[in-house]
């Protein structure tokens, strides 16, 4: 079997090491950062897999193979919270409800009242929601860390910070750095997105909520303990600097919108990066050099959700040059 190197610790390299390690394959898995955990932009994603929801925005092909990808973190992930997605708006925005209705499936239409009943710190505040019940979310520094600690555990060889410097050549090389891969990928843009962790003991979600919003859509993410993520912004601009205080407003008063009970809350972190995009906003695999190497990326948006199912993918390919939609030769 041919040994493989991995390049780039974020979600979509966690995947594939995780994958091709399962099957046998040598591989190590490399990242300059000395805790990519904490640097990767996958830290900073809302990790909802909600192929139902994406469907409102992205084409057929995210449906069809993020259904796949949420059965395979259902096999990989124990952790994963399946509780649905609650997709709401205030009563001034009401057409825009109806519109994402119209472009997505896989929903139960609610009123106030069934909205309270599935998130009662809501109360009836919305005349009207759409419940995705097939859809899950993660916390996602636990994920990430558990994908790390199972590939380890599946005989991948990790390298960090100084000990990634000088690797010997592969057979194989998978790249996975994300924008760092611009040279390589000129079609690859950076998409900032801005966020905010807070902490409230005054309400309590079951599942990812989305407000829909002319100006400010947003999403709140519960990740346990009185923490919730309130993201993101979607600027299109490669400037990796803080957060603006114009975009933290904006998520504040949003997230303030959904539930008057956020003011009081703890702001935990208020974050800014560069999500790395590829022109119509699906990662993909793109084979280069007979195979030899395998440029993954374009994680923007969907990988999360595609991560497992780039990995799957790709390792169909190295075992029998099989295609896939995903995969570009």
Not at 154 to 172: K, P
Not at 238 to 265: H, K, N, Q, V
Not at 296 to 324: D, Q, S
Request: charged residues 20%; glycine residues 8%; aromatic residues 6%.
């Amino acid at each position: 079997m041919p040994h493989i190197t991995v390049l780039g610790a974020g979600i979509l390299g966690l995947w594939q090491a995780l994958t091709l390690s399962r099957q046998g394959y040598r591989v190590r898995l490399v990242d300059p950062s000395e805790n990519p955990n904490a640097t990767s932009a996958s830290h900073h994603a809302g990790a909802m897999l909600a192929p139902y929801c994406e469907a409102e925005a992205a084409p057929p092909l995210v449906v069809e193979h993020g259904l796949r990808g949420l059965a395979l973190w259902r096999e990989a992930y124990p952790d994963l919270i399946e509780a649905g997605t609650l997709v709401v708006a205030l009563p001034r925005d009401l057409p825009d409800l109806t519109q994402f209705a119209a472009r997505t499936r896989g929903y139960q239409r609610l009123d106030a009242a069934g909205i309270a009943a599935l998130e009662p710190d809501l109360g009836e505040r919305f005349p009207a929601g759409l419940h995705y019940p097939d859809e899950a979310h993660m916390a996602t520094p636990h994920a990430l860390a558990l994908l790390l600690k199972n590939a380890r555990a599946c005989g991948t060889e990790i390298l960090f910070g100084d000990e990634a410097a000088g690797v010997a050549a592969s057979d194989i090389l998978i790249d996975c750095r994300g924008m760092a891969a611009r040279t390589d990928l000129p079609r690859l843009r950076g998409v900032r997105g801005e966020r905010l962790l807070i902490r409230s003991e005054d309400i309590t979600l079951s599942r990812p909520v989305r407000l829909l919003h002319p100006r400010h859509p947003i999403y709140v993410v519960p990740w346990g303990d009185g923490r919730f993520l309130v993201g993101a912004t979607m600027i299109e601009s490669e400037e990796d600097g803080p957060i603006s205080l114009r975009s933290a407003l904006d998520l504040m008063g949003a997230a303030y919108a959904l539930a008057p009970a956020f003011a009081e809350a703890e702001i935990l972190e208020a974050v800014a990066g560069v999500r790395p995009a590829l022109p119509d906003n699906v990662p993909r695999a793109t084979i280069r050099d007979g195979g030899q190497r395998i440029m993954v990326n374009g994680a923007y948006r969907h990988g999360f959700l595609l991560a497992p199912v780039l990995a799957e993918a790709v390792a169909r390919w190295i075992a029998e040059k099989a295609p896939h939609p995903l995969l570009v030769t």
